[in-house]
């Protein structure tokens, strides 16, 4: 199994759980437990600018930790190579409750009262369902993205469009 170290310390890497616009997130673990394990990368993104992306994902999770939105701590962070390691929350994305027909409405509801708390602070996140996990009857960002807030990329005006089975939801699965 690969390694990999974040300021100093071993991880075992168990798996790939995603690729997004800024990384490549991994789940591994120590002797103490599991974690998600997020490697920047600099591969190009035609519709996203990035400065400095460890920067931004700092800078991120310091203005989501203060809305008080539902998000994994942040465990440490390595300038160096580039990484950071996060606490991992056990459970399947909202995109996984959707595709097999077992998303709730409770988790609508609570990605609205997200909403009530990032509005007045000018934030929008990325409410792609990738995004978000479901976890004890509750769901977590698990994303670190955060942008000011624009009208048009809004949960109501954006997100909702991937929250349930709708065109845009099965265009994107298809593609896939």
Request: hydrophobic share 30%; aromatic share 16%.
């Amino acid at each position: 199994m690969e390694q990999m170290r974040v300021n100093g310390k071993e991880y075992t890497v168990i798996g790939l759980l995603g690729k997004g616009k800024g990384g490549y997130s991994y789940l591994a673990e120590d002797e103490s437990g599991r974690y998600v394990l997020k490697q920047i990368h600099h591969e190009p993104c035609d519709y996203y600018q990035f400065g400095n992306k460890l920067e931004a994902e700092m800078r991120d999770y310091a203005r989501l930790e203060k809305s008080g939105i539902r998000i994994p701590k942040l465990l440490a962070s390595d300038e160096k190579e580039e990484r950071i390691l996060k606490e991992y929350i056990d459970g399947p994305t909202v995109y996984e409750l959707i595709l097999t027909g077992k998303m709730e409405e409770r988790y609508r509801e609570q990605i609205r009262h997200m909403c009530g708390l990032l509005y007045p602070l000018n934030l929008n996140i990325d409410y792609f369902p990738t995004n978000f996990v479901a976890s004890d009857g509750f769901i977590w960002y698990i994303d670190f993205e955060c942008n000011e807030y624009m009208e048009e990329w809004n949960f109501e005006n954006w997100g909702i469009k991937y929250w349930s089975k709708t065109k845009e939801f099965m265009d994107y699965v298809n593609k896939a």
